[in-house]
């Protein structure tokens, strides 16, 4: 029985505000097999990028832990000393973000940013810094290495700095990465080849990912599991196949309804009425429940935990045995 | 490159004409240049001969062309005060305003910059909100306040440094220097002071505000989640990010260091060109002012430009797109 | 399990209006932040007490019947040789300096107020323009802006004086010398609302319901005005707060170089200046103490700007 990469348990993490303690992510636990791709997806607030961002350990204050475990192969890293966690950002855990532009420092060129992340982690000298960083450049696909690991950041095309910065964050030979929405800022024809090198550098590492968006059809090519949030709380979470092709939840349904399929014979997309509630505004019980066509008795009152079902968990009243009888 | 660098001179120089333009119509027109130079018994024919001798009938832009002409090579006409050539005023006195500045500049510098990126780091700790107060106090109280309550506490109080003066100076060439004597040294303490005061507190300022924007940039959060030092994050990418745009911010100031010398050099005698500004302004003495104006200008101007290609030098997105656009 | 739902205050809609106003996160701030609050009091405080001077101020320093030279060079109050009727001593004329502050404070104060109405007034309608028109006007407006901002407020205002005296001579009186001076003060500060107010036109300008104000055919001062304008009050107002502070500053050093208001209507300034004679010979009163309420008064209105630029930027709420 292998030990999990990354295992969260009861996660929760708050901002303190004059108004009270809001709470962007509630309750929420996942593991990640080693090499594993976990999707975690939902819409724009559901909590996935802070989610991302707790576990590596770049919450800005106020926001803050509020209470649960994290756990990076057993060892609980969830409030260790800043240096100690400095020493795994980057060396264990690699984080890539949304923008590749902003994410690189314009005034550097690559090379020394590489050999800069390199030299940080790892014992070697400065020449060894530049050999490497100039195959990891090979690895991604920058054609002509050895020249344009002197380049500067806005000399790359959009896909290229994508690239570039997922060298970076492979730099220092990271266990788990966590990719927040790596692919939103670029263009739809390099989207597929970025997801595609993410997913071969991580299987030739040996890496897991976290891989955070809120598109599902690259969750649905990529991904072995996925996640689906909700208003800070996983609805449901199970094998990529399963939740896409038999989706429990009733949020997951309108979600896999409301993406285009060209060979579909449809006449309108599925649209799931409403907008996710803001933080200062979360629905008691199940938060899903104002917007949810299956709503019933227990729904408004009483929060559902995630159980199992079948090969998938889900946290829905409409699958516990004794639960469901009512809603007949 | 080339096409932004000719470009640039080419607005210096606009900005230069427009300049001299507004200095000539002073030069020319505000004041009398004849009524100044007479006595009041010269009689209508005499001045009426005086004026087309010194080519006051002739066509204007020819006026303006001759103004122009005469100022490029350092001629720019007697002094109402002094019936003097102003070019032997300005000389005389241009040393002195520009140590005076250098050294203002060099304090707030040395001082405003680190302090800068103290209170950017340490946000809450108490010197931060100390020197921020005290910051705020810099560029409240105006110059020659400033000025004041440190003779009063140093010169007039303790006794210790003096509150007039420029102290023993010693001629090198054109260039006379208080530097190099105990009393040079002693008397520039407090008027750089005053001087650099406010320049000090709007440098820390700046950088604190500069890099507390920088700080919050993805980039930033790129390179933590890398697993860098706080040293390597703070000192290598954060600061070498804020510098860039606050030294083009203090090199521009260093204009105005030379405008508020003016009040410096009021309050404490310093014998410099901002001093005898004031004293034009004060007796309308016109070819001073007008040739202060351009003076400076020029400075101002020059300034600007090797400030703008400074900036194209250090930040490589402006060098590369100028190259190829 | 039920979780308990989120333990947030209710909405301030539901409170009463009072609560609710007190509510409002900018007037929340302001009272969050005590110096800010200290700031606000110490303000008002001045500003009543320069413009109330004719009422409380003890003597009328301008009166010739009231002043005189046997009262003259006398110290504050409290010292050996002082007199319990001039507070603060006198100055070389025998006027009571407290109420020459009051008079003065008065006087900084108007003059910094009108010279920033001025500049405002200028910058928007230049601004307003240049982003609405574009074009050659726009290229002329900005190319003036840039050519007025290599030079320091100091110096402008400095040849703008030099240039009135030097066309008037002595022939100027009080009244010239008071607006000569709100002009330059004014003219040497539009630069910074013209562009902000520029960029906010220029931005405004492609907007829906401008497009539409102009399809019903409204003139296109009245689409500025009263649609473009109320969008732009907000940096207009953070600009005007810094700019009040640094005309004040600019006003009392004109006064100090002797090229502002004169000693027969001392502003703050001019007073220090009169007082600067005096250092030395220890009579400190005459330039201390108006150099004490000058600084106060420029403090807190720069802490006034920045507590009001931090409420406004969106950025940090």
Redesign the interface.
């Known amino acids: 029985m292998t030990e999990p990469v990354l295992s969260v348990r009861n996660l929760r993490v708050e901002f303190p505000t ?6 962007a992510v ?2 929420v636990s996942f593991d990640i097999m080693p090499g594993e791709v976990l999707g975690v997806v939902g819409e724009s607030g559901a909590g996935k990028s802070l989610t991302g961002t707790a576990i ?1 350990g ?1 919450i800005e204050p106020p926001g803050r832990i509020g209470a649960g475990e994290i756990r990076l192969k057993g060892e609980r890293i969830d409030h260790l000393p800043p240096e100690r966690m ?6 264990r855990i ?2 890539v ?1 949304q ?1 590749p532009l ?7 060129r690559i090379g020394d940013q590489l050999s ?2 390199i030299l ?2 790892t014992d070697v000298d400065a020449g060894e810094a530049r050999r490497r960083a100039v195959a990891l450049l090979a690895e991604v696909g920058i054609p002509a290495p050895q020249q344009r690991v002197d380049s ?1 950041p ?2 790359f095309s959009g896909g290229m700095r994508q690239r570039v ?1 997922l060298a ?2 492979l ?2 030979g990271p266990e788990l990465v966590i990719a927040d929405e790596p692919t939103t800022a670029l263009d739809v024809s390099v989207q597929a080849q970025i997801i595609a090198l993410l997913k071969r550098l991580c299987r030739e590492h040996g890496a897991a990912v976290m891989l955070i968006t809120h598109d599902m059809g690259v969750i649905a090519e990529t991904a072995d599991r996925v996640a689906v949030m909700y208003a800070g709380r996983i609805a449901e979470i199970g094998p990529v196949r399963d939740v896409v092709k038999a989706p429990l939840h009733p949020y997951t349904v309108g979600l896999m309804g409301s993406i285009p399929k060209p060979d579909a014979d449809i006449d309108r997309l599925v649209q799931i009425p409403g907008t996710m509630p803001r ?7 199940c938060p899903f429940h104002p917007r949810c066509p299956r709503a019933f008795a227990p729904c408004p ?3 559902p ?1 995630l159980r199992l079902h079948g090969r998938a968990e889900v946290a829905c009243w409409l699958f516990e045995p004794d639960m469901a009888e009512a809603a007949r | 490159m080339l096409a932004f660098v000719i470009r640039r001179l080419l607005q210096a120089l606009l900005v230069m004409l427009v300049v001299a333009l507004i200095a000539f119509t002073l030069f020319r027109f505000v004041g009398d240049p004849i009524n100044q130079m007479v006595g009041i018994e010269t009689s209508v024919e005499d001045r009426a001969r005086l004026r087309e001798v010194l080519g006051l009938n002739d066509p204007l832009p020819v006026q303006f062309g001759r103004f122009v002409w005469n100022a490029l090579h350092f001629d720019f006409g007697i002094s109402y005060q002094f019936k003097t050539p102003v070019i032997d005023l300005i000389g005389e006195r241009f040393p002195a305003t520009m140590e005076l500045a250098l050294v203002s500049a060099l304090l707030s510098l040395m001082l405003g910059i680190p302090l800068g990126v103290y209170t950017a780091l340490n946000r809450r700790s108490w010197l931060s909100q100390l020197l921020l107060a005290l910051s705020l106090f810099g560029i409240s109280l105006p110059v020659f306040l400033i000025g004041i309550l440190l003779i009063f506490a140093f010169a007039v109080s303790l006794g210790v440094l003096p509150a007039f003066g420029r102290g023993e100076v010693v001629r090198l060439g054109f260039w006379t220097t208080g530097l190099l004597t105990a009393s040079g040294l002693r008397a520039i303490i407090l008027p750089a002071i005053t001087l650099g005061l406010f320049q000090m507190a709007l440098i820390m300022r700046l950088v604190r505000a500069e890099m507390l924007e920088v700080l919050r ?3 930033i ?10 040293r ?1 994050v703070n000192f ?2 954060a600061l ?2 804020t510098l ?1 745009p606050v030294v083009t911010i203090a090199g521009l100031q260093f204009g105005s260091i030379i405008a508020f010398a003016i009040i410096t050099e009021t309050v404490f005698q310093w014998p410099g060109m901002g001093l005898l500004f004031l004293k034009a302004v004060q007796n309308a003495d016109i070819p001073v002012m007008s040739a202060y104006l351009l003076l400076v200008a020029a400075i101002f101007v020059a300034i600007n430009l090797v400030v703008d290609l400074l900036y194209v030098a250090i ?3 402006i060098r ?1 797109e100028t190259r190829s656009g | ?9 209710p909405d301030a809609r539901s409170q009463g209006r009072l609560a609710a106003f007190l509510d409002n996160d900018i007037v ?1 701030s302001f009272l969050r932040s005590k110096v800010t609050v200290v700031a606000a009091a110490v303000t008002l405080v001045i500003v009543l007490a320069a413009f109330l001077s004719p009422f409380i101020a003890p003597h009328d320093p301008f009166d010739l019947r009231q002043v005189s030279l046997l009262d003259s060079h006398m110290p504050p109050a409290w010292a050996a040789e002082g007199d319990r009727r001039f507070l603060l001593g006198t100055d070389d004329q025998g006027r009571d300096v407290f109420s020459t502050i009051l008079y003065g404070a008065r006087i900084s104060l108007i003059v910094g107020v009108l010279a920033v109405a001025f500049a405002a007034a200028l910058g928007i309608v230049l601004g307003l323009t240049a982003g609405y028109v574009g074009g050659a006007v726009d290229s002329l407006i900005m190319r003036a802006a840039d050519v007025q901002l290599t030079f320091p407020a100091i110096l402008i205002a400095l040849l703008i004086d030099g240039t009135v005296r030097a066309l008037f001579g002595e022939g100027r009186n009080e009244e010239m010398v008071f607006w000569v001076l709100v002009v330059s003060i004014g003219l040497s500060s539009w630069v910074a609302y013209a562009r902000t107010v520029r960029g906010s036109t220029l931005v405004e300008k492609n907007k829906d319901y401008v497009l539409a104000a102009r399809l019903i055919g409204l003139h296109p001062a009245v689409i500025l005005f009263r649609h473009v304008l109320p969008n732009v009050i907000g940096p207009v107002l953070v600009i005007a707060t810094i700019n009040l502070g640094i005309a004040i500053i600019l006003e009392a050093t004109l006064s100090f170089l002797g090229v502002g208001l004169p000693p027969t209507q001392p502003s703050l300034g001019t007073m220090i200046s009169i007082g600067n004679k005096f250092l030395f010979s220890g009579e400190w009163w005459i330039a201390i103490f108006p150099g004490i309420t000058l600084a106060v008064l420029v403090l807190a209105v720069n802490l006034l700007g920045d507590w009001l630029r931090d409420a406004l930027n969106p950025k940090l709420r």
Do not use: W
Request: net charge positive.
């Open positions: 004059r108004r009270g303690t809001l709470v509630d309750d590596i770049l400095r020493r795994i950002r980057g060396k690699g984080m973000f923008d902003t994410s690189l420092n314009p005034l550097y800069e992340t940080t982690h500067y806005h000399q910065v970076l964050a730099a220092a933080l200062t505004a979360i629905p008691g019980g009152t009483r929060r935990e | 940039t993805d980039y959060k790129f390179a933590r989640a890398r697993g860098l030092t706080d390597a290598g990418h070498k990010n860039v930040d490589p997105r590369l | 399990m039920d979780a308990p739902s989120q333990p947030v205050k929340y």
